[in-house]
Nanobody
Framework: QVQLVESGGGLVQAGGSLRLSCAAS????????MGWYRQAPGKQRELVAV??????TNYADSVQGRFTISRRNVEAMYLQMNSLKPDDTAVYYC?????????WGRGTQVTVSS
């Protein structure tokens, strides 16, 4: 059974940094996409950054140049977030789109104060 567990969220002042981690288990293979989404209060869940099938990365325009997605292997993925803004406040979710299904973590809260 696939499990995705996020960590590293918290409260930070505008301009600060956080590093999110995603620990994946339960057979992470045949990957279509794997990355990070976020959902702010009253808004739809949106893509933040992902690895595509060929290993390239895609970023939302709003985080380009400030956030960096990385991974040690398919079971350890990270999101380095720099120059954080209040608009980055959201619950951040780890996401895995595998051949056998789509999987989400429970999320980690990131709050950026002005």
């Amino acid at each position: 059974q696939v499990q995705l567990v996020e960590s590293g969220g918290g409260l930070v002042q505008a301009g600060g940094s956080l590093r999110l981690s995603c620990a994946a288990s339960g057979g992470i293979f045949n990957i279509n996409y794997m990355g990070w989404y976020r959902q702010a209060p009253g808004k739809q869940r949106e893509l933040v950054a992902v690895f595509t099938r060929n290993g390239s990365t895609n970023y939302a325009d709003s985080v380009q140049g400030r956030f960096t997605i990385s991974r040690r292997n398919v079971e350890a993925m990270y999101l380095q977030m720099n120059s954080l803004k209040p608009d980055d406040t959201a619950v951040y979710y780890c996401y895995a789109d595998l051949w056998r299904g789509k999987f989400w973590g429970r999320g980690t809260q990131v709050t950026v104060s002005s």
